[in-house]
């Protein structure tokens, strides 16, 4: 038990190291583009060279965006799941050998996450790695919307701030209720394997 337990804790440190490297890659790529584009308006100024290269990478940023999301939030839930695993394990320990109680950190089973540093909420999503890649990638996502706004009503900033800003929020919404659905999922299953397990157990 206690070599399962270790497995399970290197497994939980690889995707957390996972996440943090396809994160830092994304948004290394962000800066790195960003400086691209400001190269590019310096050396061109604001004409077709700079909507046409804007363009092409801001949609190429946003792509890796949406793609890096959605495998930091497999991640993440696979995470969730090492975690429920060990914490599976650690009811073990205390069934077996009570004594243990005194000198391991014991709480009600509602409250094992939390030990782990797990918490719920709705505005949890906002604080995963998931939650933060969504939030650029929405900004990226807004600015080529803008963009196309800007050429489409021959230069308006208005139309342009208007259009990205209603285009980001929409798409952080979308990626924010994958994001809440998909750990509402892996809730709901854990729930119902547990209790599948005190069926199997009575």
Do not use: C, N
Not at 17 to 30: D, L
Not at 41 to 56: E, N, Q, V
Not at 79 to 103: G, H, K, M, W
Not at 172 to 184: D, G, K, N, S, T
């Amino acid at each position: 038990m206690t070599t399962e337990h270790f497995t399970l804790q290197g497994a939980r440190a690889a995707t957390i190291s996972e996440s943090t490297s396809r994160a830092t890659i994304f948004i290394g790529s962000v800066s790195a583009g960003m400086v691209a584009l400001g190269l590019v308006t310096t050396a061109t100024g604001i004409g077709t060279a700079f909507y046409a290269f804007g363009l092409i990478l801001l949609s190429t940023l946003s792509f890796v965006g949406v793609v890096t999301f959605d495998r930091v939030l497999q991640s993440g839930i696979e995470d969730l799941r090492y975690a429920q695993r060990i914490a599976r394990l650690r009811s073990y320990y205390f069934d077996v050998a009570p004594e243990l109680t005194d000198y391991l950190a014991s709480v009600p089973p509602s409250q094992r996450f939390a030990l782990q540093g797990l918490h719920g909420g709705y505005w949890q999503i906002f604080r995963t790695i998931a939650g933060m890649i969504g939030v650029v990638t929405a900004v990226l996502a807004g600015s080529v919307a803008g963009l196309l706004a800007v050429l489409a009503s021959d230069h308006s900033a208005v139309a342009g701030f208007t259009t990205g800003g209603v285009a980001g929020v929409a798409v952080l919404a979308v990626l924010m209720r994958f994001q809440y659905r998909a750990w509402a999922l892996a809730a709901r299953e854990w729930a119902f394997d547990d209790e599948g397990r005190k069926h199997v157990a009575g």
